[in-house]
């Protein structure tokens, strides 16, 4: 008998179709749980698009921060499915045999001409959204002065802001932010310094319709969150931490408010 078990961490692609594409392994042993990626993950041409090999990234970034033997982190959304737990065979490194095991059985993939680079933060987001069903509320790119009727143009010099979402009397503008990225201190001072324009031209214009939230994606502990939270505070409406299940919740319930206060505008997945 053995004290070490593992459980398969599956992307589901598309839930109608039952398919599923194993990703990453869980492992409990010796009281730890850590998280072991699938060697050999299928590409964008096998999962069927960038779209979805960016969900798979994003599940990525979740699963570094996993505590839970039992439990996905809560963001990771509903295309992440736990498998049922499996024993380690006694007498083995646990970690050792299962990375073996997990090299093993995924079969290599041939290597494309071009490497693909990670997606962006904005595509994190976007999958994020999308994993929740608010996505066909959800508008990339908002340019100040074009989009939204030619909304707030005094924000033009500024720059554009990741995702809006168009009401009738409210616009909602969004920034991700992913604490487990290597640049997450510049992604800060980004939307700090891009939120910070454009409440300024929010004062100028005055003009209260338009509200600005960054909201946190899955990873990082509780100082890092906290840390973001401080240093955006002067400059954002709102900020979301979306792996809390209340803060997560009411940030989805206003996208789709604000998106169904102006009929015939969901737009398609």
């Known amino acids: 008998m053995t004290d070490a078990r593992y459980r398969l961490v599956h992307f589901v692609p598309d839930p109608f179709s039952g398919a599923r594409v194993p990703v990453a392994a869980v492992l409990q042993a010796h009281g730890r749980v850590s998280v072991h990626e699938i060697p050999h993950i299928p590409g964008p041409e096998c999962l069927g698009g960038k779209e979805r090999a960016a969900v798979v990234s994003l599940m990525l970034e979740g699963l570094g921060r996993m ?27 646990a970690q050792t045999w299962l990375e073996r095991r997990l090299r093993l059985s995924s079969a290599p993939v041939k290597q494309a001409a071009k490497t693909h680079r990670p997606p962006n933060r904005a595509t994190f987001g976007y999958q994020f959204l999308s994993n929740w069903g608010v996505a066909r509320w959800v508008r990339k790119t908002f340019k100040p002065g074009q989009d939204a009727d030619g909304f707030l143009p005094g924000a033009a010099p500024i720059g554009s802001v990741s995702h809006y979402v168009k009401g009738r009397s409210e616009i909602l503008l969004m920034e991700p932010l992913l604490p487990s990225r290597l640049k997450l201190e510049d992604d800060v001072h980004k939307v700090a310094c891009l939120f910070g324009g454009y409440k300024a031209a929010l004062t100028d214009a005055h003009v209260n319709k338009a509200k600005l939230i960054a909201y946190i994606l899955g990873g990082g502990g509780p100082d890092a969150k906290r840390s973001i939270g401080l240093e955006l505070k002067p400059y954002v409406h709102e900020v979301v931490d ?28």
């Open 242 to 269: 979306t792996n809390q299940d209340a803060a997560r919740t009411h940030l989805l319930a206003r996208i789709r408010d604000v998106g169904e206060s102006l009929p015939g505008q969901s737009l398609s997945c």
């Open 67 to 93: 505590a839970s033997f039992d439990q996905l982190p809560a963001s990771l959304g509903p295309q992440a499915t736990l498998d049922g737990a499996r024993e380690v065979p006694a007498g083995v490194d």
